[in-house]
């Protein structure tokens, strides 16, 4: 995923709320049971540490600039 966003020159990405992957705050324990836990998904986390910023659907006000904008501009 970094080597692709990294080829692609991308700014911002896109990604689902508390996935273990993708989710960034809050995401599920892995347990299946619903629980949740502080922190990024392995994904979230290695795209940030490599400057991209990552936004999920419950970030309305930052989902709305991302569509205003595209995702290879920052928001």
Do not use: Q
């Amino acid at each position: 995923m970094l080597n692709l966003a990294k080829l692609m020159n991308i700014k911002t990405a896109l990604l689902k709320a508390r996935s273990p992957s993708c989710g960034k705050g809050n995401i599920y324990d892995g347990t299946f049971s619903g629980n949740l836990k502080v922190g990024n998904g392995v994904t979230a986390e290695l795209l940030e540490e490599n400057g991209i910023k990552v936004v999920s659907e419950d970030e309305r006000e930052l989902l709305r600039l991302f569509f205003e904008r595209g995702p290879n501009k920052s928001i």
